[in-house]
């Protein structure tokens, strides 16, 4: 399968604890972005990469938030101290930028991970 | 403030009639406007992308339309199916971000 694929799929953890969550974008993809839904709502955007620089982040992504793709391929979503607030759906998603750099290329979304924080 | 807003109520149509669903947004300058598709458990898949100088988009049974000036875009499916049933987002992206902001979403059910 030469999708988008993220890891684990479901995550059970209880309060104050450390999580974190690995995405590996479609191969040759250069942008990775992840989102977060909760349920009920549209995915809210968290963050995003080109290649292994974090082009944007979201005011969503607090300090406890912390975003990584060191080789420019897969990525990994570090939340810290874990609040019940942050249960969620995590999705990933990869695209491939332009050659020309001025046209919209499509998100490819893997996915999830399932939040529960108990 | 920024919003986009797709009708919360779930839409239920009967098989082979067209469905038809609303984004509007407000505050927002869209460079392009899409729409996605989402099951139960799984991640958004892409349908449809619109310009903000294109009226209207088809793609097989799918047609979008895009009015810049009411701040608003319909997605048309035509001859529904029951595997059409999923929620559907309409998103945003403006220029100079890559950034999808995404509607809360529409749930379709076709029923046979």
């Known amino acids: 399968d030469t999708g988008v694929s993220q890891n684990p799929r479901h995550k059970i953890t209880k309060r104050g604890q450390n999580v974190t969550f690995r995405c590996d974008p479609i191969?040759?993809?250069?942008?990775l972005y992840w989102y977060r839904q909760t349920l009920g709502q549209g995915p809210e955007f968290l963050t995003y990469f080109q290649n292994e620089a974090q082009l944007e982040k979201s005011r969503l992504l607090s300090d406890r938030f912390s975003a990584e793709r060191p080789k420019g391929s897969f990525s990994t979503l570090e939340i810290q101290r874990t609040e019940q607030g942050d249960s969620a759906m995590y999705l990933c998603a990869s695209s491939h930028t332009s050659l020309r750099g001025s046209e919209y290329n499509e998100q490819f979304f893997g996915p999830g991970t399932r939040l529960t924080v108990l | 403030s920024q919003k986009i807003e797709q009708n919360s109520e779930a839409l239920n149509i009967q098989e082979g009639k067209t469905a038809t669903l609303t984004c509007n947004y407000t505050n927002y300058s869209p460079a392009y406007l899409q729409w996605y598709r989402q099951d139960p458990g799984r991640g958004p898949v892409f349908l449809l992308l619109?310009?903000?100088?294109?009226k209207e988009k088809r793609k097989e049974r799918l047609k979008v339309t895009f009015d810049t000036t009411l701040k608003q875009s319909l997605f048309h499916i035509t001859a529904s199916q029951p595997a059409d049933s999923a929620t559907y987002l309409c998103?945003?992206?403006?220029?100079?971000?890559?950034?999808?902001?995404f509607g809360t979403g529409t749930r379709l059910q076709v029923f046979p």
């Open positions: 998103a945003l992206i403006s220029y100079n971000t890559d950034k999808l902001i």
């Open positions: 191969s040759e993809h250069n942008r």
């Open positions: 619109i310009r903000e100088n294109e």
